[in-house]
């Protein structure tokens, strides 16, 4: 049998027909990312590729001189003989998967992904392709997402009785795609002031330059020391809980927005006083439908429920094999 | 049960305990009388006899589901909980604005109490009927009470609490209500309303009053040592002594009557007066106190035959009085109640006598006491403020326990296994082992006594060093040292390593040991009696 296409090494995967990696974990001459969380893209590559929605984040990432290219969604690029596009994957603004072509055959590594309705990035668009390399993070039957509105009622819902009580809401998030997703969901009158803390407001604004709506926001690091935060709904991420950050806010009620909270022993366990199911990966039925509608007949995992996944698609008739990967070692993606 | 499953999300979701308090009282209110009785037979953690056990409801979530067995087991293994893997696993198809409107008792007694009437495949299509009826968190708790307790994080305290409210009665009085047997039915609930009445159940046992664990010197917080009455504190099992209307009862601490696995007891009690409530310890004695092994023999047994009689005698020692000549004396002071119990007992005979007191006119005497504990086979001893009454729950400052210290062992994490609920797809359950020669013998399995940041930094821990797995079941590279706490070793045929320890749990972390540094298993039985 021929060399596959993409195969797994240590230094990420590899095109060996392109002589280029895809969100290598260790530096490499041409990297293509599929978007700007810190498992994917790392630093000290020679030349990077990328969506261009999403460059601005990826600077922040890589640095501000790093030697980046844009790519726009579904316009071919050539490494030698291999066709290359990006297509958007619906995760964060600039997210994409990785079209490969060469001598007819067609793989799609699709990063992260997600199809649920998201106004902050560009939605998932299925790609035809006979392998497609998927993500498994949530790749287990109970994973399956409530509609985005239903939760976002029921954080602002939230919101507004702990305003009523003189607390201050904060909700933790990943900095970089759920916070923004967040702040677009929420329905204007909001009861109160927006505060972002500082790992937050920078890509805030970076989807705002973008274009992204999203409502007025203040930066927490900015307020004055005696500001009143009893209204307020403050986003942070989940590293920020626990610490002495956190003293300035009067008896805080604490959430946390992610595809965990799905499982009641994760809510209990993280000890926030609510859980809010919200992810920006895909879903079981989502990772379903769009294996079916790829019409991929091979099917490679990577991170999460892998072993799960594999068998059971090995089952309904596809090969299916899982990709070892350095995905995924984020804490609190989800 | 949409409002029923509508208190559980709010109890689940609430963190303080007067919010939980607030959405129960508010609950029992308003409530029908027959939904009322099931919520409080619930939410007290009681439970229905199971029906259906998990593998064949595993079983019938992969017929509606359509999903392989194997792949709803590596869920359940995920979720660790069943009842919450079929809520999460099944769409919901139900429309939202015509949900089943059905209450609570209609619930139980249509959907879950009449399944005993029927054969499997009506039961199959009885519970995923209802499944499909209901909406995730309906589905949770149905299967919830399908398969067990709610567990849904509240005391029974705080039941009481928010029953008090809502009733206008005594928390006191609701606590003695909800002792023991009672039907779940309309009347029971609108009974907690009344005030109290001359002729409450029989049978019915006061709450047991529980003791804090007391840390450091009494000498530096409790006061002058007279104020308190001292006694031993006795490995064995609680145990509330009842003689009313010519008949005796005999309740453990889990509310369990234990009259048949201590019929010497029992008989003993005659001696008695009617009307009679004595608070005491079953313990195993042959001229003195026996292992807690001994008494163990006898736990559990529902008929006690005559060789196992002769052979784990049993005693009960009784320490306080509750009820005298049918008159509730809780709230007198514990010196008048000892002196009365004392006074009662006087001519009784054994099995039954009454647990002698400690004296001691200085801290330190009773410290020197407490320091023979592991020798006289007991757990230290306890402190009761003579002028406390014997209250409900566990409030600090009335009554200690003073343990001795616990023994201690390093062992080496050898398997880790998933935990439950909160700890659900975390590995939480460890087995450990110490070297005997060149092998590993298991040792002990503990659960507890890490923090939430070291579970979780295990568990990393734990999943990157994996080097087989059984099951859900994971051994690990043997190199990580614990310490390990526990109260007791006895000889044990069971067990590979030859002894069996109690209560072990973990005490420390010991990062700073090596393998190496482990105890042997040649060190842990010279620790045997």
């Known amino acids: 049998m021929s060399q596959p296409l993409i195969q797994p090494t240590d230094r990420g995967l590899y095109c060996a027909a392109g002589d280029f990696f895809i969100d290598p974990w260790r530096p490499v001459p041409q990297a293509v990312v599929t978007h700007a969380h810190a498992d994917h893209a790392r630093p000290g590559s020679d030349q990077y590729y990328a969506a261009s929605p999403g460059l601005s984040l990826l600077r922040r990432r890589l640095g501000q001189n790093a030697p980046l290219r844009g790519l726009d969604y579904g316009v071919v690029h050539s490494f030698g003989p291999v066709r290359v596009s990006l297509h958007p994957a619906g995760h964060i603004l600039g997210s994409?998967?990785?079209?490969?072509?060469?001598?007819?055959?067609?793989?799609?590594?699709?990063?992260?992904?997600k199809r649920d309705p998201d106004p902050t990035c560009a939605p998932f668009e299925p790609i035809a392709c006979d392998t497609f390399i998927t993500e498994a993070t949530f790749a287990l039957p109970v994973y399956r997402w409530p509609p985005v509105a239903a939760v976002a009622a029921e954080i602002q819902q939230w919101w507004h009785d702990n305003a009523r009580q003189g607390r201050?809401?904060?909700?933790?998030?990943?900095?970089?795609?759920?916070?923004?997703?967040?702040?677009?969901?929420?329905?204007?009158?909001?009861p109160g002031p927006i505060y972002l803390h500082g790992s937050?407001?920078?890509?805030?604004?970076?989807?705002?330059?973008?274009?992204?709506?999203?409502?007025?926001?203040?930066?927490?690091?900015?307020?004055?020391?005696?500001?009143?935060?009893?209204?307020?709904?403050?986003?942070?991420?989940?590293?920020?809980?626990?610490?002495?950050?956190?003293?300035?806010?009067?008896?805080?009620?604490?959430?946390?927005?992610?595809?965990?909270?799905?499982?009641?022993?994760?809510?209990?366990?993280?000890?926030?006083?609510?859980?809010?199911?919200?992810?920006?990966?895909?879903?079981w039925p989502g990772l379903l439908r769009t294996l079916a509608e790829t019409g991929a007949r091979r099917v490679l995992t990577t991170h999460g429920r892998a072993d799960e996944l594999v068998r059971y698609l090995g089952e309904r008739g596809l090969e299916a094999r899982p990709l070892a990967t350095l995905y995924g070692d984020v804490e609190d993606d989800g | 049960m949409q409002a029923f499953a509508r208190l559980y999300r709010q109890l689940?979701?609430?963190?303080?305990?007067?919010?939980?308090?607030?959405?129960?009282?508010?609950?029992?209110?308003?409530?029908?009388?027959?939904?009322?009785?099931?919520?409080?037979?619930?939410?007290?953690?009681?439970?229905?006899?199971?029906?259906?056990?998990?593998?064949?409801?595993?079983?019938?979530?992969?017929?509606?589901?359509?999903?392989?067995?194997?792949?709803?087991e590596e869920t359940h293994q995920h979720v660790g909980d069943l009842?919450?893997?079929?809520?999460?696993?099944?769409?919901?198809?139900?429309?939202?604005?015509?949900?089943?409107?059905?209450?609570?008792?209609?619930?139980?007694?249509?959907?879950?109490?009449?399944?005993?009437?029927?054969?499997?495949?009506?039961?199959?299509?009885?519970?995923?009927?209802?499944?499909?009826?209901?909406?995730?968190?309906?589905?949770?708790?149905?299967?919830?009470?399908?398969?067990?307790?709610?567990?849904?994080?509240?005391?029974?305290?705080?039941?009481?609490?928010?029953l008090a409210r809502a009733t206008g009665q005594p928390q006191p009085v609701i606590a003695h209500r909800l002792m023991g047997q009672w039907q779940p039915s309309g009347d029971f609930f609108k009974s907690l309303f009344e005030a109290r009445s001359a002729d409450e159940d029989a049978s019915r046992p006061y709450p047991f009053f529980l003791a804090h664990p007391l840390e450091g010197d009494p000498a530096d917080t409790l006061g002058p040592v007279h104020d308190w009455q001292l006694e031993w504190k006795w490995d064995g099992i609680r145990a509330q002594l009842i003689r009313r209307q010519g008949q005796t009862w005999l309740w453990s601490r889990g509310e369990a009557l234990i009259a048949e696995t201590f019929p010497e007891i029992v008989e003993a009690a005659s001696q008695l007066p009617d009307d009679t409530v004595v608070d005491g310890e079953i313990l195993a004695w042959d001229e003195a106190v026996l292992p807690f092994a001994e008494l163990q023999r006898?736990?559990?047994?529902?008929?006690?035959?005559?060789?196992?009689?002769?052979?784990?005698?049993?005693?009960?020692?009784?320490?306080?009085?509750l009820e005298q000549g049918g008159e509730d004396i809780r709230e007198r002071p514990l010196g008048a109640r000892r002196q009365t119990l004392e006074a009662l007992m006087a001519d009784v005979q054994a099995p039954l006598m009454c647990s002698?007191?400690?004296?001691?006119?200085?801290?330190?005497?009773l410290a020197d006491r407490r320091a023979e504990a592991r020798e006289r086979r007991v757990e230290g001893v306890m402190l009761k403020r003579r002028d406390s009454a014997y209250g409900t729950g566990r409030p600090r400052g009335i009554w200690w326990k003073w343990k001795v210290a616990p023994l201690t062992l390093d062992a080496i994490l050898l398997y880790a296994q998933p935990g439950h609920g909160r700890r659900a797809n975390l590995y939480t359950d460890y087995s450990f082992a110490v070297p005997d020669g060149d092998t590993l013998v298991p040792i002990a399995k503990a659960y507890s006594g890490l923090d939430d940041a070291e579970i979780r930094r295990l568990d990393h821990w734990i999943r990157r060093h994996t080097r087989e797995r059984f099951g859900p079941v994971r051994s690990v590279e043997p190199v990580q040292v614990f310490e390990l706490?526990?109260?007791?070793?006895?000889?044990?045929?069971?067990?590979?390593?030859?002894?069996?320890?109690?209560?072990?749990?973990?005490?420390?972390?010991?990062?700073?040991?090596?393998p190496d540094d482990a105890d042997t298993l040649e060190q842990i039985r010279a620790l045997l009696p």
């Open chain 1, 96 to 113: 994409a998967q990785v079209r490969v072509e060469h001598d007819g055959e067609v793989w799609v590594a699709s990063g992260d992904y």
């Open chain 1, 200 to 283: 937050v407001a920078p890509l805030t604004d970076d989807y705002r330059a973008a274009g992204i709506p999203l409502p007025t926001t203040r930066r927490v690091s900015e307020a004055p020391a005696d500001e009143d935060y009893a209204k307020a709904l403050v986003i942070a991420p989940p590293s920020a809980g626990g610490s002495t950050w956190m003293r300035r806010f009067r008896r805080p009620a604490t959430g946390f927005a992610s595809g965990w909270m799905r499982i009641r022993g994760n809510r209990r366990r993280r000890g926030y006083d609510r859980g809010f199911v919200i992810s920006d990966h895909v879903d």
């Open chain 1, 168 to 190: 201050t809401t904060v909700l933790f998030s990943y900095a970089l795609g759920k916070a923004q997703r967040l702040l677009a969901a929420l329905e204007q009158p909001t």
């Open chain 2, 12 to 72: 689940d979701e609430q963190r303080g305990t007067n919010a939980k308090v607030d959405a129960m009282a508010d609950f029992f209110a308003r409530v029908e009388p027959d939904d009322g009785a099931w919520a409080v037979y619930f939410l007290s953690g009681r439970r229905l006899k199971r029906l259906i056990g998990p593998v064949r409801l595993r079983e019938w979530l992969a017929r509606c589901s359509g999903l392989p067995e194997w792949l709803v």
């Open chain 2, 298 to 321: 006898r736990l559990g047994r529902k008929r006690v035959g005559p060789k196992l009689r002769r052979e784990v005698p049993v005693r009960l020692l009784a320490y306080d009085l």
């Open chain 2, 83 to 162: 009842a919450e893997t079929i809520a999460l696993m099944l769409e919901t198809t139900a429309d939202r604005d015509r949900h089943d409107p059905r209450p609570l008792a209609r619930w139980v007694e249509e959907e879950i109490l009449a399944l005993r009437e029927i054969d499997e495949h009506q039961q199959y299509q009885r519970v995923t009927a209802a499944w499909q009826a209901l909406d995730e968190s309906g589905r949770f708790v149905y299967n919830k009470l399908l398969t067990g307790a709610l567990r849904v994080g509240v005391s029974q305290t705080l039941v009481q609490r928010a």
């Open chain 2, 356 to 365: 002698p007191l400690i004296h001691a006119r200085q801290w330190s005497e």
């Open chain 2, 485 to 514: 706490a526990f109260e007791g070793i006895a000889p044990s045929s069971r067990h590979k390593s030859g002894v069996a320890l109690r209560f072990p749990r973990i005490k420390r972390w010991r990062e700073d040991l090596g």
